[in-house]
């Protein structure tokens, strides 16, 4: 099949949450089964083109925008450990600035750099002579090629075979647009925004529902998220729109790419380790506490629970704010985070490391080498997410050897099962209701398995042997994919 992934994050070569590892596993799986494929990205600022050896195509295409046409320049390269090709979208006006979305504002014309970007993806196919059987669009940014592939390219030959799949990452972040702006990008007549249409949506534009509406086929990130957005609880104002496509809506769990995160050949940690090898697994707890500035005299063996993560209201933080303090003066571990986001969030583990200068250690920022490192070093993995449409890191820290303590919700729902003392079965910690002293208790059960045998190595071992693997996903991919084209 010839499938092309469109997407505004691909890892490592410009990422900010888990979009950019799926964009970029799904497509290395493809490769292996016999698919052409190929990921079509914008051109940021933040892309090293010498550093991922991309290359001047000197192709422009020509994108039409609403009366008008603007241009794009075509860069061509390859994504890291596969032979896919990854196309970057140039066009300076819109991508040559700081940021992807703009952070923590998102920049004002999102709109129109998106649906510019969406148009762009058909030109592209055009330009490279690549007939897409499936195009993938994933998150709001891309959900208007659903939109375009309907309403004016699926006449073209180039793409009267192509389908449109569309999956959702986030359902809080969606695209609500001024209808006066975006139908005029698009091209799309106001006439068409009607109440009920995929374009109308309380007064605005929202392209999420867009991509809901227009594509053949839908999936979101795991099956309990799939189920959770069909109420309002978690629905986010389109549980409606989800239900009205319910029959052409599937929940797929995230893998993880084994290549990428693998213990033993990890390129990014000092002490590499196999399955069950928890004695070489703590040497990278040593090493990264070393780095921290502890020593010997600081009793490094503390059991060490970490995060890593967007700071973000989803991730559950405020539950961290209201009891972690408490928990780290009575309770004897330490915590490092790495993540960044709200600043108020920061603020808050800049004062913990204050009040706890060698218990609470934190880096600020985005690091992708530390989240290896720390994901490695750690015993606990702490994810109290308020809401979690499948979460990545829970899965890393699994294959990791590293134990989650996280809320049951989304994805973790489907990744993380409590620890039963009695069968020895389970590989985590986890609690239900969104409440501190939930997550406290989920913290103190996991505190007391630390050094208890059998038990702290057999919850590892089961870690370390939870099937995660990213070709089991692609291969649930590949068969919507062949739903989608009987539906055209
Ligand atoms: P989300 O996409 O909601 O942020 P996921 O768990 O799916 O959550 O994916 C998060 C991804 O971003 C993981 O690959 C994680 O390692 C990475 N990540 C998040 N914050 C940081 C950070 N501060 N430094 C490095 N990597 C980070
Ligand atoms: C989103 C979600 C996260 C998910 C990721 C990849 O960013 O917040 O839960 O793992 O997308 O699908």
């Not at 590892?21 to 914008?42: C, Q, T, W």
């Not at 004002?108 to 002579?129: H, P, Q, T």
């Not at 995160?261 to 040593?286: C, H, L, M, R, V």
């Not at 620890?419 to 209701?433: A, E, I, P, V």
Request: net charge negative; with cysteine; hydrophobic share 40%.
């Amino acid at each position: 099949m010839n499938i092309l992934t469109a997407t505004a994050e691909l890892t490592p070569i410009a990422q900010a949450g888990g979009l950019g590892d799926v964009a970029a596993f799904l497509p290395r799986e493809f490769e292996k089964l016999g698919h052409n494929s190929i990921i079509v990205l914008p051109k940021y600022r933040s892309i090293d083109i010498n550093k991922w050896g991309f290359k001047n195509t000197h192709k422009t295409i020509i994108v039409q925008m609403g009366y008008w046409n603007e241009y794009a320049l075509l860069w061509e390269g390859t994504l890291p450990n596969s032979n896919v090709k990854v196309y970057l979208v140039e066009h300076n006006g819109y991508f040559d600035r700081a940021g992807i979305y703009g952070d923590p504002i998102e920049f004002g014309d999102n709109d129109r750099r998106f649906i510019f970007f969406s148009k762009a993806i058909f030109e592209v196919c055009k330009a490279l002579g690549f007939k897409p059987d499936i195009i993938h669009a994933h998150d709001f940014h891309t959900a208007f090629t659903m939109a375009f592939l309907k309403e004016f390219y699926r006449s073209d030959p180039m793409f009267s075979n192509t389908a449109g799949v569309y999956t959702i990452h986030n359902l809080a972040y969606q695209g609500k647009f001024n209808p006066d702006t975006a139908l005029l990008y698009s091209g799309i007549p106001l006439s068409k925004f009607q109440p009920y249409s995929p374009y109308e949506y309380y007064g605005m534009v929202n392209a999420m529902k867009v991509g809901i509406m227009m594509a053949d086929k839908i999936t979101t990130v795991s099956p309990t998220y799939a189920q959770e957005i069909r109420w309002s609880y978690f629905g986010e104002g389109l549980d409606g729109v989800i239900n009205s496509r319910a029959a052409d809506f599937i929940g797929i769990l995230n893998g993880i790419d084994y290549d990428e995160w693998n213990p033993a050949t990890d390129k990014y940690i000092s002490y590499n380790y196999n399955f069950g090898e928890f004695q070489i697994k703590s040497q990278n707890k040593y090493k990264l506490l070393r780095d921290y500035g502890l020593d010997e005299g600081d009793n490094l063996d503390l059991p060490l629970i970490s995060m890593v993560t967007r700071l973000t209201d989803q991730k559950g933080v405020d539950l961290v704010m209201a009891r972690l303090e408490e928990l780290l003066s009575h309770q004897n571990f330490r915590f490092f985070l790495l993540g960044s986001g709200n600043y108020n969030y920061e603020n808050f583990f800049r004062y913990l490391s204050q009040r706890f200068p060698k218990n609470a250690l934190n880096y600020i920022g985005y690091n992708a080498a530390l989240s290896h490192q720390v994901i490695a070093a750690s015993d606990f993995f702490l994810m109290p997410s308020r809401f979690e449409p499948c979460g990545l890191t829970q899965m890393y820290s699994l294959r990791y050897g590293t134990i989650p303590i996280a809320r049951q919700t989304g994805g973790i729902a489907d990744s993380v099962f409590e620890y039963d003392y009695n069968y020895q079965s389970g590989n985590g910690f986890t609690f239900w209701q969104y409440n501190a002293d939930d997550m406290a208790y989920a913290i103190s059960r996991a505190l007391s398995i630390y050094n208890n045998q059998p038990h702290w190595n057999k919850i590892r071992e089961n870690a370390m042997s939870h099937n995660l693997a990213a070709s089991t996903t692609a291969s649930k991919y590949l068969e919507v994919y062949n739903w989608a084209k009987e539906k055209i």
